[in-house]
């Protein structure tokens, strides 16, 4: 394994990993109903995304990359309206990432080299492990949006709460203007400030 590819599935399975723990920290905020609320007609609720995730994930990475016999049923996923609570979902959800993560942590150049063909596309193994990486990115953040939607401003879900605070001084590397520069605009100030009062 080169040091770049060896850094690439460092990077993936630790992506996961993350994008598994803000699903975590939403999901355990939400209620049953929550979890399974349909916002409308067409619409996916937190428990079809979670369990279109297991899917994708068994698809592309378990079989597609592992070896794995793939068993998916995409559409049940998206017609399941409930059947299994949050921390079953939860459960099932993590138990797939970390299979993930090995499977991950088994490929080699040649695998990430090696042409796949999965859901009739053709690819290779580079471009199925990241497709799985964009794919739950992609999921995660609706399923952070429904939770926020659901919660409302006090739910408590904010994963970038040091970037909130408003700066109390000036940014690195942002300079005053020199003082003669500073005078010449109050003076220009002032009198277009006397100019405008005179055509009142």
């Known amino acids: 394994m080169s040091a770049d590819g060896g850094r690439l599935r460092g990077l993936c399975a630790d992506y996961l990993g993350q994008y598994l723990g803000k699903i975590r920290f939403c999901v355990d905020r939400l209620d049953e109903r929550q979890t399974w609320v349909r916002s409308g007609p067409g619409r996916n609720?937190?428990?079809?995304?979670?369990?279109?995730?297991?899917?994708?994930?068994?698809?592309?990475?378990?079989?597609?990359?592992?070896?794995?016999?793939?068993?998916?049923?995409?559409?049940?996923?998206?017609?399941a309206d409930g059947g299994a609570d949050r921390a079953e979902l939860i459960e099932r959800l993590a138990a797939v990432v970390g299979r993930c993560r090995g499977v991950i942590a088994a490929l080699d150049d040649a695998a990430l080299a090696a042409p796949r063909k999965?859901?009739?596309?053709?690819?290779?193994?580079?471009?199925?492990?990241?497709?799985?990486v964009e794919h739950m990115s992609y999921h995660t953040g609706q399923i952070v949006f429904a939770a926020k939607q659901a919660l409302g401003p006090d739910g408590g879900i904010d994963f970038y709460p040091h970037l909130n605070a408003v700066p109390t001084t000036r940014p690195t590397g942002a300079r005053r203007p020199p003082r003669a520069a500073r005078a010449r605009?109050?003076?220009?100030?002032?009198?277009?400030?006397?100019?405008?009062r005179g055509r009142r």
């Open 45 to 79: 609720s937190v428990g079809n995304l979670m369990l279109h995730l297991c899917g994708n994930l068994s698809q592309w990475v378990l079989s597609g990359l592992g070896g794995e016999k793939d068993t998916r049923q995409r559409a049940l996923e998206f017609a």
């Open 185 to 196: 605009s109050v003076k220009a100030g002032t009198a277009a400030s006397g100019r405008r």
């Open 118 to 132: 999965i859901q009739d596309r053709e690819t290779d193994g580079l471009g199925a492990l990241l497709h799985a």
